[in-house]
């Protein structure tokens, strides 16, 4: 295993080094070690998270690790917190985009389904209930205040609520509903393809769909 050092010592602050300013070469370390964490959370068998575990992960010393966090449960939730705003950020895109109520929530979900998709790591550093550190169990329960304040302006849209305490009841309901079917997507312990997941949860989130489908079931 190769180790990477690079000189950074310079007076006045860091130097250019290969063609590569200082802040490029923190930010480039910074994002090697929280993708060595990601890779150590979402293992089958998760371990401690330990310094000297990441940076061997990331062929970095120590040094370059303490440049960015101060230990290793800064970095378990400096990982969490750039999904948690990677999801957000699109899914509050994907539902403003929407014309009709049930196109902000398919815009919405598919947004969040194509994160955790496009990287199953992240899927399960979120949403996996089997990993319960502290840092990780505290990460949730944020993650479950922000996106129920988000979800909060949106119910009266798509859940027929009359606001107020309603609208938070319906807040809380959606988020974690849809919390817990993709923690068991993300398990393996529902078997949909992607257009069968997002369906399933827009069906979910939207009482006239569950409607129609009860009506249905009944004409046919």
């Given at each position: ?6 000189s ?29 964490a990601l ?103 944020e ?78």
């Amino acid at each position: 295993m190769c180790v990477v050092t690079e000189s950074d010592d310079a007076p006045g602050g860091l130097r250019d080094y290969g063609g590569e300013s200082g802040d490029a070469r923190v930010a480039r370390r910074r994002a090697a070690l929280i993708d060595a964490a990601l890779h150590m959370l979402s293992e089958s068998e998760p371990g401690a998270v330990t310094v000297r575990g990441i940076c061997a992960r990331a062929s970095l010393t120590p040094r370059y690790f303490y440049e960015s966090f101060e230990n290793a449960d800064t970095l378990v939730g400096a990982a969490f917190d750039m999904i948690i705003e990677q999801i957000a950020d699109r899914a509050l895109a994907g539902f403003n985009a929407g014309s009709s109520a049930r196109g902000k929530v398919v815009g919405a979900v598919e947004a969040i389904v194509d994160v955790i998709e496009g990287d199953p790591r992240k899927g399960r550093v979120i949403f996996s209930d089997t990993l319960r550190s502290p840092v990780l169990v505290r990460k949730r329960l944020e993650m479950l205040k922000i996106f129920t304040e988000l979800t909060f302006q949106s119910a009266p849209a798509v859940a027929n609520v009359s606001g107020g305490q309603q609208t938070l009841a319906a807040a809380h309901f959606q988020v974690g509903g849809l919390g817990r079917l993709l923690a068991s997507w993300t398990e393996g312990l529902i078997d949909l393809d992607r257009p069968a997941l997002v369906d399933i949860c827009v069906r979910m989130l939207l009482p006239e769909s569950r409607a129609a489908d009860a009506s249905g079931a009944r004409l046919s």
